[in-house]
Nanobody, 121 residues
Framework: QVQLVESGGGLVQPGGSLRLSCAAS????????MRWYRQVAEKQRELVAG???????NYADFVKGRFTISRDNAKNMVYLQMNSLLPEDTAIYYC???????????????WGQGTQVTVSS
């Protein structure tokens, strides 16, 4: 069974940094695009950053220049380096990925359970 598990969330002061990690586990044949979303209570989940299998990246305007997404294809992991954090970055951050699993070789979209990031003094 394929799973996405996030880690690295926590409490940080404004201006600080955190690095989120997401590990994809299970019978994964190939991973395609991987993304980070975030959600604040009672608001819609929003895309933060995405990275293709070839390393092409895209970012939401509100994180450009502060956040960096990267991946390790050999380990089926995706990371989000968050610098210059603001109180408005407080949210639950979710990992999302398009993965092809074995033995079906079906391409499906998967979500992690989320990790809380709180930016506060």
């Amino acid at each position: 069974q394929v799973q996405l598990v996030e880690s690295g969330g926590g409490l940080v002061q404004p201006g600080g940094s955190l690095r989120l990690s997401c590990a994809a586990s299970g019978s994964i044949f190939e991973s395609y695009s991987m993304r980070w979303y975030r959600q604040v209570a009672e608001k819609q989940r929003e895309l933060v950053a995405g990275i293709s299998s070839t390393g092409r990246t895209n970012y939401a305007d509100f994180v450009k220049g502060r956040f960096t997404i990267s991946r390790d294809n050999a380990k089926n992991m995706v990371y989000l380096q968050m610098n210059s954090l603001l109180p408005e970055d407080t949210a639950i951050y979710y990992c999302n990925a398009d993965l092809m699993s074995l033995p079906s070789r079906l391409l499906r979209n998967y979500w992690g359970q989320g990790t809380q990031v709180t930016v506060s003094s």
